[in-house]
């Protein structure tokens, strides 16, 4: 099962980066002399990308606009249950769009696109 909040995600959603990890972050600075000095640390904030593709997945326009409500809600911690694994996300406003859903020609009423989370503690 796929869902994000109260809302059911179709089964043939893909999460794009799932194994695309950066799970340490460096900041690099030079000393006087130029010497590096590299600062290391255990990152957080898991990006995860779900996409609707017209190939596999389309969303209904009900889906779509339930998406586009949560997306609007400041502060909202959504629960994501993508099969066996279970994450607190929010919407990841800090690299716009978070959410970009384009509808299908001619059917209106169903969408692709992408949903962009970032996984909290």
């Known amino acids: 099962m796929k869902k ?3 809302l059911i995600l179709p089964d043939s ?4 980066d799932q194994y695309s990890l ?16 590299v600062f ?16 596999t997945t389309w969303l209904d326009l009900t889906t779509t606009k339930l998406l586009a409500e949560m997306s609007e809600q400041v502060g909202v911690i959504y629960s994501l249950i993508w099969n066996d694994l279970n ?8 690299e716009p769009p978070a959410i970009s859903l384009t509808p299908l020609w001619p059917h ?10 970032t996984q909290i503690q």
Do not use: C, E
């Open 4 to 6: 994000l909040g109260n």
């Open 13 to 16: 959603l893909q999460w794009t």
């Open 22 to 37: 950066s799970p340490v972050t460096q900041t690099v600075a030079h000393t006087l002399a130029g010497t590096p000095v």
């Open 40 to 55: 290391s640390r255990k990152g957080s904030g898991l990006p995860i990308t779900l996409a609707a593709t017209g190939d």
């Open 87 to 94: 994450f607190n996300v929010i919407f990841r406003h800090h």
């Open 108 to 117: 209106h009423d169903h969408f692709t696109g992408t949903i962009r989370l």
